[in-house]
C-alpha cells in the first residue's frame, strides 16, 4: 500500500488481523498489570495514526482503550494507567483526540485512575523523555511501534530502554522489502543501522534473492536480543500482492511470549506465523483449516530426543523460544507420541510438564546412579 496522504485510510486485513492481535494480548496483559504489585504501566503508541478508518473501523489505539475501559473496575483505587499516544502529523492527532474522547464517553468517561498523554511529535525523539517523564519509575511498559515502511523509523534505543525495564515489552511492525531495497543508498542505511543497532543487516545485499526478507527478520530477532530482551516472536503476514509485513514481539517475560502467542494463533489458528490475506485467492483454504498443522513441530521434537531423554518442561520451553509453537503444543504431540509408543515417560504414563521422556529404541535412563559412573 502506498503511503496515504489523508487524515484517514481504507483498514486492510493485515491491519485488522494486527488489531486482533493487539486486542488479545492487551486482554491478558492489562489484568496480570492490575493484579500484580505494580502502581502503575504504561501503554504507549508510537506511531497512534488517526484512531478510525475511512470505513468507521476503530484504529489501535481506540482498540486498546477498549480493552481498558471495558473492564476498568479491574484498575485498584491506588493504580495508574497511563495511555501515551504519539503521532507525528496535527490532523491525525486532531481526529486521534476526538476518537479517543467518544471512546470515552461511551463507557461514561475517563476512569480517575487513567491517565491519556496525547504528543503531536516524532516518535524516535519524543517517546522514550515522555514515558520518563510519565514514569520514571521502572515499571511495566508497552510499547506498539507500527510505523510505516519500518523498522528504520524505529531506533534499537527504544527496545534498548524497553529491554531494560521489567516488564517492559514492544510489538514492532517490520516490513523487509523496505530494507532491501534501501540497504545501498547510504543516507536509508545508515537509519538501518540505528534500527539495528549495527551495519550486520547490510549483508543482505549478498543473499540469496529468496533468503533476503527470512535473513532481515533473523537480524532483527537478534537485535532485539542483542538490546536485552529475553523472548522475541514474530508473525508474517502476507496480503494479495505478495508483500510481507513481519510483527516482532519481544518481552523479558515468558509470560509475555506465552500471551503473545496465544494472540498469534487467534489469527492464524493453523500455524501461528503466518496471516495470508483473504483477497488471495491462493491462500482461501489456510483460512477454513482450523486444526493447527504440527508436523513441523513434531519433526523438531523428535529430532531433540535422538539426542537423549529430556524434561517435557524442556521441551515446552524450546518450543516457546525457538518455534512459531506455543508450549501446549508441544505438551499435546508428546501426550501423542506416547500413546503411539514412539515415547516412554518416567513415570510409565503420559507424560506431564514435570516428567522425563525419551524415545521408545533408546534406554531408559536410571534413576540411581550406577555405581561404576559416579566415580
Ligand atoms: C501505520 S500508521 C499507524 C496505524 C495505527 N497504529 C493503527 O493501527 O490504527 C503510521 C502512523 O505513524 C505516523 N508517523 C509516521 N512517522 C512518524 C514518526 N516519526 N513519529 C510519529 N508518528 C509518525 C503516520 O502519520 C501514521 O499516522
Known sequence: MATPDDTTWDLDPHTEAKHVIIREYLKAWYPICTGGQFKEFTY???FSGPGIYKGGE?????????????????LRPAQRLNVLLIEKRDDRVEELRRQVSRKLDEYGGRPAQMKITFREDDCTTALLPALQELSPRR???????DGWGGPDAIPLDIARSAANRPGGEVLVTFQPQHLVRFATVETRAQAGDRCFGSDAWRAVVDQPKDMKKKFLVDCYRKSLFDAGFGYVASFEMRDEHKNELHLVFASNHPKGLIKMKEAMWKV?????????????????????????????????LLSKLEEGPTEVEKLRDFALRETVYRDSHAGTLLKDLFKEGIIESSTGRVPRKQDRVWLAKQTPPSTQPQQGTLF
Open 44 to 46: 504507549a503508541e508510537g
Open 58 to 74: 476503530p484504529g489501535s489505539p481506540v482498540v486498546a482503550l477498549d480493552v481498558f475501559l471495558r473492564r476498568s473496575e479491574l
Open 139 to 145: 515499571s511495566p511498559f508497552f510499547a506498539v511501534l
Open 268 to 300: 492464524d489458528k493453523q500455524q501461528g506465523f503466518m496471516f495470508r490475506d483473504p483477497r488471495d485467492p491462493a491462500q482461501l483454504a489456510f483460512f477454513f483449516e482450523e486444526k493447527p498443522e504440527l508436523g513441523p513441530l513434531r519433526r523438531a
